[in-house]
């Protein structure tokens, strides 16, 4: 109670170090709440260390992670020895209709062993039977307990419910459990239905977990997949299938389930924690100079305790007692800080980021905090309890001039702390600088496509009501018709896949004049399929030849059209209008239509900013040929406001048909943008933290400089009775702050140099020693720290010498 007292006395003092420490505490907490959900917390299931994902792997062809093939999943998991179970997954989405609107769902088709795996039981009904998982098994299917919740209210009737998904009815057996909500996760689980006996081949798109046995490594396990895949081989009758796999080299990836779900993120949200560490030293450097200053104050009544026989330990009891209260204010208002801030940054952070919804204030965060806490108290209050209770400071009470010279050690003391601040703050805007540099170049890289005045939307078609490849067409002609029909619309397109959001597909290709040796495996080449008007609508510019006609969409008709990308690197320095490509014959009876290049197009950025254009063909929807037509289709929509024509693009699709629900309605700007969102998201975190890292430096800085001109106010105003002038001594304390700031810029450059390298991940086209951004980072510190010395300065050079012989 005495020690709150003391600090009451001078609030302005206990404010300042307070809020200071807040700022640090506030940002370290907020940080670290999101590190600890998703990185530390381990997942809601029970061994989860034991959850492993099984990925492939064929280094040779460039793949280095990619899904896997059903026929290869049900190789391990007839073979292996190392799993207790398997399961194996795919995610999809699905229309829900009903007496509501139409609506797309997300599903997921699972094998009966997925909640086993997992080891999250059914809570309500039953999982399904063996029988429902086979190609002749009943429509079922398991909700999820979040589905349960807001479609059922939790009512125990829901089971035994029938509902329609995709055109068919389905029932209800089961709700599992609430561990399996998270963002992103499925509503609807139903089984995947395919035969062991004879599963697809070579369809790379099912994940696989696995629960390891007891004290089986993941990478061992990887190990001993190995010879399950060799077996596999022998097994293979396609020639193509084969020798993706041999010329391939491929193996079996095992990884552990929470590694690769946060995959990438780990590195960047260290970073963070790491950022913002910095700013908590940088606050702690500040109020250690407000506490040195304090205690300079106080050192006469700390030389009275000394002599009314208080030994040293007391007195750095007293002096840390002050420390810790402070420490536990400036924590206290800092969490607060945190509880404000956490839901502001969940609400600015990507969605892609998981498990955002185990980012809480929980006990383990406020357990940081308070560790934070106490470090901080050490961190600013250690060196003055232990420098002011010193018998040669003791001695010195009383013996200070009245000129005001302080000891050299004690400015020595603040002098070293604004040195640290400084190389602090420069390493935190070098970083800051950096990423703001490589966000700038990212967004100024040519998209290959117009996403201005673009709406975009997703339409599944159920197989059940859209067979074949001449209703896909004639659906997608009317629909682009009707929608071009609407006010303000320029023009209207569809693709299988959109440019930068996702991934194209690759399948194998045959090229006439490029022969392929025995049991060669043919070029990998993506691929996507689109309708009438998507170039013109996206704004993709035709090289050479033509653009698709209407002639083009009919099944006898084999046009495509390839990429810039793809010319160059099959027929560089020649015409490529009029070649032939085909996919793979591999060994059919009847060899597949050979398709001619009727156009080129400009290269659009199928993979995101990041990455590198690939190789892509175009097609046309068909039954025949390499790819087969897909039921699901974006659409592109091109006009200005035409954010204010959603509804009148919906019932363009109801027109046709009411059962249709129309998904992913958005402009494709924002689909840019959310592709660099997480890059976005770390540049502004660490852009703030260096900005208030900055503020605080600038602050140290001018306390220091301020503190010393009042100290020799006295000497100052004899240099000026005695003919001084104000500029020289505007120089002199001038020149002061330029010192401690260029010793601290020397040293920031080095730290800078050694940390940014940890940067290299997530930087574009920049290096970790971009010249420039060191350069320029460093003048503006410079200049900074100028302007923070020039006040104390003008302040200096305003003194009175009448005023200052009376101040003693």
Known sequence: MTTLRSLLKQPRFTVIAALTLAMGVGAVTVIFSVVNGVLLKPLPYPDADRLVNVWSHAPKLGYDQFPLSPDLYFAYERDNQVFESMALFQK??????????????????????YFRTLGAPI??????????????GSRVVVLSHRAWANRFNKEAAAIGKVIRLDGEPTEIIGVASAALDSTGSPDFFLPLRMSRATPVQGAFGYNAIARLKPGVRAADASTHLIPIVRKFMQTVNSATYRAFLTDGDYKPLVGLMKEDLVGELERPLWILLGTVAMLLLVACANVANLFLVRAEGKQREIGIRAALGAGRASLIRHVMAEAFVLAAIGAGLGVLIAAVGLPVLLRAAPPSIPRLDQVVLDWRVLLFAAGVAIVSAFAFGLGPALRYTRSTALASVGHTSRGGMEDAGRRRARNILVVGQTALALVLLVGSGLLARSFARLTSTSLGFDARDVMTFRVSLPATDYKDAAAIRSFQDTLITRLREIPGVESAGAASVLPIANGAPGTAHEFEGRPLASNQLPPMVHYKTIGRGYFETMRIPVAKGRDFEPTDFKEDVYSVIANQALADLYWPGQDPIGKRVRGSSDGATQAPPWFAVVGVVGNERQDGLREPIRPLF??????????????????????????????????????????????????????VDESIVEFTFTMLTLTIAAGVSLLLGAIGLYGVLSYAVTLRTREIGVRLALGASPSRLMRSVVSNGVVLAGIGLVLGLAGAAGLTRFLGTLLFETEPLDLPTFAATTVALFVIAVLASYLPARRAASVSPLESMRAD
Do not use: C, F, H
């Open 92 to 113: 999809q989405r699905a229309n829900l209709t009903g007496d509501a609107s139409p609506e797309v769902v997300v599903s997921m088709v699972t094998t009966r062993s």
């Open 123 to 136: 809570v309500q009904g039953r999982e399904y039977s063996e029988k429902e998982d086979s190609p002749e």
């Open 618 to 671: 175009y097609y046309t929807p068909r039954k025949t040929g390499p790819v087969p037509a897909p039921t699901v289709y974006d659409y592109v929509v091109r006009g200005p406001g035409l954010v204010s024509r959603q509804d009148a693009m919906r019932q363009a699709v109801w027109s046709i048909d009411r059962g249709l629900p129309v998904a992913l309605l958005r402009p494709m700007r924002e689909i």
